[in-house]
């Protein structure tokens, strides 16, 4: 109903899919009132599943969700590899960058809050990928989900990973 009711400028939906509490129509529902998808590889496994996509590469599910549900924008986080994202005819990658992984949960919410704050600030996609990345990256170096830490320490961030 806060979907329904309310005018937003876009919705951002971040799937976050645990155990069984979730089904193809509320995917379905919930993806075509967004404007922005964001999903982990696990997860789009499971959308390509449930939705019946047979998408085997992220680029080509990234142009099918964003066709299917006119979505604007459609990531897809790769753990180690980075992250995807595009819309119906373009698709850009971010690669991850090298930091010592202390605790992972929290990097996704990471990923999110620094790819908004880009997007929102007017930063391309690919800056705004890459910041997320970047903040990602940071979490997953420290102990909890909500670390404390300083943007300074973005900047020392530099060293990206190759793709495996």
């Known amino acids: 109903s806060l ?5 937003f400028k876009s919705v951002y939906l971040d799937l976050t899919l645990r155990g069984d509490f979730y089904d193809r129509d509320l995917l379905d529902y919930s993806m075509r009132h967004s ?7 696990d997860e789009a496994l499971v959308v390509n599943e449930l939705f019946g996509f047979g998408q085997p590469d992220p680029e080509d599910l990234i142009s099918t ?6 979505s604007d924008l459609v990531c897809i986080t790769l753990g180690s590899n980075g992250a995807v994202a595009g819309d119906k005819s373009t698709i850009i990658h971010s690669p991850a ?3 010592e992984v202390v605790d992972t949960v929290g990097c996704g919410d990471a990923f999110s809050a620094g790819l908004l704050y880009q997007l929102g ?8 990928c890459e910041f997320g ?3 990602g990256a940071l979490i997953s170096s420290k102990r909890s989900s909500i670390p404390d830490y ?3 320490e973005l900047d020392r961030l530099t060293e990206i990973l190759e793709p495996s």
């Open 35 to 41: 404007d922005i998808v964001k999903m982990n590889d």
């Open 150 to 152: 300083d943007l300074a």
């Open 121 to 128: 600030a007017g930063a391309s996609l690919a800056a705004a």
């Open 3 to 7: 979907i329904e009711g309310a005018r």
């Open 133 to 135: 990345n970047k903040l």
């Open 65 to 70: 969700i964003a066709r299917e549900f006119d």
């Open 97 to 99: 960058y090298r930091v």
